[in-house]
């Protein structure tokens, strides 16, 4: 299990270098004045162009750029923007906003999804289960700021329900639309994933076994079908973790919460270059955190899995 | 081979398809009618029996030609122009003339979501075009060249596939396309599927990549192997023919994802931008009337979702015929 782990470790690290380098050199490297309309409708100064230069080592060549950027990363330092403040704070003011959201997400799609997907798995071709199916498809074919704007239209403004707005300092029960609406595509996607598992097992050999020993059906259904079931949909949750904090932006966005989508979103429109790669980078790491901790999550739910 | 319906013990199914290259591969489109007649009946032919049953199928054929006459020709549709705006109408509601309003510039809305088809579908049939052939293509080398290479091309996929998807658009549109740029629309066109692609080719890869590597070992091909058949005659005739079938479901299902991947960039003011009518672009020029003006958000997102839906249903209607086991 250790050498595994070490294995998968040593695995992410050509990753994530090719990714934070694709990255960096997307905002850094591609051509174009990196000062145009930085300081307002007039150009920038000289003194200002130069000290910039110096403090993101605009002159050197792209890779010592990222390897000095990099050398810092390391050391915790993610850098400062062009007008000084630090990064760090910035992602430290961010990102917990953003994971409240994503967890909010999860736990919303977690929840509907399995409890709609088992109650279709174990009754197919009801009406329950059509009803699941046909709203599943809605769920997948509406785009997020679709589902964002008309419920923060209905619930928001017509009916004033919620706040239309996320409020700061967030409440968990502010998130709980905003919630449902990052996770409303992924949620379809479980419910569908936890129907097809669950309908594949019930007719398998081990559950026609333990209802055969007289097992009553909470525990066959509890224990034994749900625990092989799963699989498939905690991988699916587990990379969507990572997945969502990444698709946040068009959330945050219409609700407004200070997350790490709209700073990132902002960042990348006054062409912040420094904190548009931090937060990537961060995204990809937790990202590809997320699938190796999945991977090693299987031992635990599925014991015929084995680690060399 | 043999009938695929009578050999329903074997397990795998790929093993079970039967190469039916009349039917499936291009090369050999050109064979004699008569030697088509003889061949027994494929695994597409009984997908299309089983598919020509479901009232799915034909529900979502009959939205997506719909859709696709639409683009093709507008005129048909409407006689008001797309673009041509008169302020005394501005947010005029729906009415006998103008079915769907008139938006804050006083453009008839009904005739901007009918025009508005054309580059959400374009975009989205070219990504998903450009995401079939580079990935599966790449998918297809992995698989059957195996060993370093595939170690190799699977690394480059881990790369794009790490960036999370919205994110890694904004940065690469944002980068060549900037707001307030002088790109003509067919260079944002071209950037917004560039950025689609790259972002989404390795999910192919992968699907094409796992089949190729299921097919690969099967009977058919060490038969064809061991006749002397050259690696490019096994991968054009035997391999591509049978691992198909899973990735153009999901480039079924990828059309409808990309038709709503476009609106959200178009939403985020990085993709096509406003003289080029699509539907993310209206509904993004909505946004701040939704209040005064529910109708002008309201439409373009029923005949975007519309054709979402169509286009999933439509891939899972295929996934379904295609599926031995659901049988």
Redesign the interface.
């Known amino acids: 299990m250790g050498r595994y782990v070490l294995r998968r470790l040593l695995q992410l690290i ?3 270098i ?2 934070t380098f ?2 960096y050199y ?2 850094w490297a ?1 051509p ?1 004045d990196p000062f145009a309309g930085k300081c307002g409708e007039r150009r920038c100064p000289d003194a200002y162009i130069a000290l910039m230069t110096e403090k993101f080592n605009l002159d050197k060549p792209i890779w010592v750029q990222y390897l000095t950027y990099m050398k810092n990363l390391l050391q915790g330092d993610f850098g400062q923007t062009y007008g000084g403040i630090s990064i760090n704070q910035l992602i430290a003011d961010a990102y917990p906003n953003t994971i409240k959201l994503a967890v909010m997400a999860l736990l919303i799609e977690a929840v509907i999804g399995l409890t709609a997907g088992v109650l279709t798995g174990l009754r197919r071709n009801g009406f329950l289960d059509n009803l699941v199916l046909i709203s599943t ?2 769920l ?7 589902t964002g ?2 419920l923060q ?1 209905l619930l928001g ?1 017509k009916w004033q329900i919620i706040t239309p707005t996320v409020p700061n300092p967030i409440t968990w029960a502010s998130l709980i639309v905003p919630g449902f609406v990052l996770g409303s595509v992924s949620m379809a996607y479980v419910a569908r994933l936890a129907r097809t598992s669950i309908a594949e097992n019930r007719s398998s050999d081990y559950v026609r076994t333990a209802i055969a020993k007289g097992l009553p059906m909470r525990r066959v259904v509890g224990i034994h079908l749900l625990r092989n079931s799963l699989i498939p949909v905690v991988t699916y949750l587990g990379t969507d973790l990572g ?1 969502l ?3 946040a ?2 959330t945050e ?1 219409i609700f407004g919460i200070n997350g790490i ?1 709209r700073t ?2 902002r960042a ?2 006054t062409k912040e270059g420094a904190t ?1 790669v931090s937060i ?1 980078v961060i ?2 790491l937790v ?2 955190l997320m699938n190796l901790v999945v991977d090693l999550l299987y031992a635990l739910l599925d014991p015929r899995i084995r680690y060399e | 081979m043999s009938d695929p319906t009578t050999t329903s013990m074997v397990t795998t199914p790929q093993a079970e398809q039967p190469t039916a290259p009349g039917m499936t591969s291009p090369p050999d489109a050109g064979s004699s009618a008569a030697a088509r007649k003889e061949k027994p009946r494929g695994l597409l032919y009984n997908a299309w029996d089983d598919l020509r049953r479901k009232p799915m199928f034909w529900f979502s054929a009959t939205l997506i030609v719909l859709f696709l006459v639409m683009a093709a020709f507008p005129t048909l549709f409407t006689n008001a122009s797309p673009t041509e705006g008169v302020l005394s109408r501005s947010l005029g509601k729906p009415s006998a003339e103008a079915w769907f309003g008139y938006d804050v510039q006083g453009r008839d809305i009904y005739a901007r979501v009918i025009y508005g088809a054309r580059a959400s579908i374009v975009v989205a049939v070219l990504s998903t075009l450009g995401t079939t052939i580079i990935g599966g293509m790449a998918g297809v080398i992995a698989g059957f060249r195996g060993g370093w290479f595939d170690s190799i091309l699977s690394r480059i996929a881990d790369i794009f596939f790490g960036l999370p998807f919205v994110l890694g658009a904004i940065v690469i549109l944002f980068t060549f396309n900037p707001p307030g740029s002088a790109n003509g629309v067919w260079k944002i066109i071209a950037l917004v599927v560039f950025s689609l692609v790259v972002l989404s080719w390795p999910v192919s890869m992968r699907i094409m990549r796992s089949s190729v590597l299921a097919t690969k070992q099967a009977d058919y091909i060490m038969a064809a192997r061991s006749m002397g058949a050259g690696p490019l005659r096994i991968v054009f005739k035997h391999l591509i023919p049978n691992c198909l079938a899973p990735l153009m479901v999901y480039s079924t299902i990828l059309i409808g994802s990309f038709i709503g991947a476009e609106a959200t960039l178009a939403y985020l003011g990085v993709g096509l931008k406003t003289p080029v009518v699509s539907w993310g672009i209206i509904i993004s020029e909505s946004q701040h009337y939704i209040r005064v003006a529910p109708w002008w958000f309201l439409f373009p997102s029923a005949f975007l979702v519309a054709a979402v839906l169509a286009f999933v249903m439509l891939g899972e209607a295929v996934r379904e015929a295609l599926d031995p086991k659901m049988r």
Request: proline fraction near 5%; charge should be neutral.
């Open positions: 050509p990753v994530f090719g990714t694709l990255i997307l905002v591609v174009g498809l809605f997948i074919a509406l785009p997020t700021f679709v704007f008309v239209y403004v997945a904090m990444g698709g932006i068009v966005a989508g990132v979103y990348i429109l548009v990537v995204l990809v990202y590809l």
